[in-house]
């Protein structure tokens, strides 16, 4: 007798896993689209310039997914994910686009300083778990502590 499979390991049909996957995409690809969209009438940019930022958008999209996905030593999750862009920075890049002094080119050398901030500080939270771990094996400074 087997044992029953839990809904979550479960495996789909094929057609079913094309139709959900096509839908995933969709999804991703219009959350994706949106934001250089709303920049780029703010900004008042032309068809042409909107339609770069969309390029760039969905090509840094398709980079960091296969990042995620393929992983690479020390960076990847190595899960099938779609990475897309996130809404929670569209209220600061609107307010700098409106402001004379700063406009688009500001946007990018904001997008690239957070870029550099993020790559350096990720590998600190994951230092200071590993080391807790080792160091004890319940301590008061980790998730481990509450698990």
């Keep these: 007798m087997s044992t029953p499979i839990h809904p979550v390991d ?10 959900l996957g096509l839908q995933h995409v969709l999804v991703m690809y219009a959350g994706a689209v949106a934001v250089p969209l709303i920049i780029g009438r703010v900004l008042k940019l032309s068809p042409e310039d909107v339609a770069f930022l969309i390029s760039a958008d969905l090509f840094a999209c398709g980079l960091a997914t296969l990042v995620q996905c393929i992983g690479f030593p020390g960076v990847g999750i ?17 307010s700098m686009a409106t402001s004379p002094d700063i406009g688009l080119l500001g946007i990018y050398g904001s997008v690239i300083a957070a ?19 080792a160091s004890a094996s319940r301590c008061s400074c980790c998730w481990s502590s509450l698990v």
Aim: hydrophobic share 50%; charged share 10%; glycine share 8%.
């Design 115 to 133: 870029g550099i901030f993020g790559i350096v500080a990720a590998p600190s939270p994951i230092r200071l778990t590993v080391s807790c771990r």
């Design 10 to 19: 479960e495996i789909l049909p094929t057609p079913r896993l094309l139709v």
């Design 78 to 94: 190595r899960l099938p994910v779609m990475m897309g862009v996130t809404f929670a920075s569209l209220g600061p890049m609107l």
